[in-house]
């Protein structure tokens, strides 16, 4: 059984700053690739930013330069760092993960429960 459970999200004014973090427990042998998506209100879900178990990053164009995804291995924890917030940033926030449990042999891929990202013009 793994979970993962997400913190940080709120609400901020435009130009402001949020940094959430999702941290995964359970039965985990390895986490592969970790990333963060976003769900605005009759929007698809989209990738914001990706960070692989060697350190890559990948960002959605829309957030470059002002997103910033990191990880800490020793605490199964993904962190997304977002400055200069926009209110077309404004949506709910999912963590992911690919993670390899003990005793199973193919990954599966996590979600988190989602937090909500409110940015006010």
């Known amino acids: 059984q793994v979970q993962l459970v997400e913190s940080g999200g709120g609400l901020v004014q435009a130009g402001g700053s949020l940094r959430l973090s999702c941290a995964a427990s359970g039965s985990i042998f390895s986490i592969n690739a970790m990333g963060w998506y976003r769900q605005a209100p009759g929007k698809q879900r989209e990738l914001v930013a990706v960070i692989t178990s060697g350190g890559s990053t990948n960002y959605v164009n829309s957030v470059k330069g002002r997103f910033t995804i990191s990880r800490d291995s020793a605490k199964n924890t993904v962190y997304l760092q977002m400055n200069s917030l926009k209110p077309e940033d404004t949506a709910v926030y999912y963590c992911?993960?690919?993670?390899?449990?003990?005793?199973?042999?193919?990954?599966?891929?996590?979600w988190g429960q989602g937090t909500q990202v409110t940015v006010s013009s």
């Open positions: 992911n993960a690919d993670i390899s449990s003990i005793g199973i042999r193919d990954s599966i891929d996590y």
